[in-house]
């Protein structure tokens, strides 16, 4: 299947970044959000297999489900349109008088858009009875599956043996999976969860793993959620202009703001050993901040 709308060669190695306290400890950034505006980060590997797999199987609608402000059901509209298959999204919540920016340029995509209560919203199998047939092919929300983890083990083609740590936001838990399944032996896997109160969480990584998999090495984090996913205090908005003035690195304020963060802060209360040579990976998502920023400005 060709991509000819993904440049994979726009993606780069941000090199000594987060990094303020050294301890002889190499930082940098795996910029997967420039590999599109749209289908940015890990959604276009979260995406390639299952897009590829509903085309296989001559199913020509991919229906999946996220909340009115989601990468994911953004990325996936922009993927169908690309692929000239037909989409349908599920969304979290009643329809807004005003439609947030992600929730446009969906619609924009050509997706139809479904708008169903919170409580419906858990009662995935029998939404897909209400808007689904038998025709359409259904992607989890976020892109959970472990054709998406296979998709996200590509990430490491950026990635050489002389990394001793990668480091990711943790949402569904689908890209961390890939980065472990690809992972060799020496290297650990550091997630960084953006929800609160989410401690299973590694249990839907471990579900996405071989048993020979699960005995590698890797961890989540949940101390830098900011209140809870999609919270976004003024420290943690600052944060993301600093950081931009820093280095440059544009962030957003659901993933890789904490993320980045969260790397920083680890990096000075001694997480990682000295010598280490970490890599933090850049899951995109900028779109959504022009829809829930509306009274603080960014620098970028």
Not at 3 to 11: A, E, Q, R, T
Not at 223 to 246: I, R, T, V
Request: glycine letters at 8%; hydrophobic letters at 35%.
């Amino acid at each position: 299947m060709q991509n000819s709308f993904i440049d994979k060669h726009k993606v780069f190695v941000q090199k000594n970044v987060l990094n303020e306290s050294n301890f002889n400890i190499e930082t940098n950034i795996l910029r997967l959000d420039t590999i599109n505006n749209v289908v940015s980060g890990n959604k276009f590997f979260k995406l390639l297999h299952p897009v590829a797999a509903a085309i296989n199987e001559g199913k020509m609608t991919i229906a999946t489900f996220g909340g009115a402000y989601s990468n994911h059901i953004v990325a996936t509209a922009c993927y169908c349109k690309e692929f000239g298959i037909n989409s349908v999204g599920i969304i979290r919540g009643e329809e807004a008088l005003h439609l947030s920016d992600t929730m446009n340029d969906a619609a924009s995509f050509g997706m139809k858009l479904h708008y169903v209560s919170r409580e419906s919203f858990k009662e995935k199998e029998q939404l897909k009875l209400q808007y689904g047939n038998e025709t359409f092919y259904w992607v989890n929300e976020g892109g959970y599956s472990r054709l998406g983890a296979e998709g996200a083990k590509d990430i490491f083609d950026w990635i050489d043996e002389t990394y001793t740590d990668i480091v990711c936001a943790v949402g569904t838990g689908t890209m961390m999976a890939g980065l472990i399944a690809a992972a060799l032996p020496h290297q650990k896997i550091t997630g960084i969860c953006v929800l609160k109160g989410y401690e299973e969480q590694i249990n839907d990584v471990k579900k996405l793993l071989t048993n020979t998999e699960q005995l590698k090495s890797y961890t989540i984090l949940h101390d830098y959620h900011f209140g809870g996913y999609a919270k976004h205090p003024l420290p943690l908005l600052e944060w993301m202009n600093e950081c931009y003035s820093k280095y440059e690195i544009p962030t957003d304020l659901i993933y890789t703001s904490k993320l980045c963060f969260g790397v920083q802060d680890l990096i000075k209360k001694g997480y990682f050993p000295e010598g280490s040579k970490i890599m933090v990976i850049h899951s995109g998502g900028l779109q959504g901040n022009s829809s829930l920023i509306k009274k603080f400005e960014l620098l970028y």
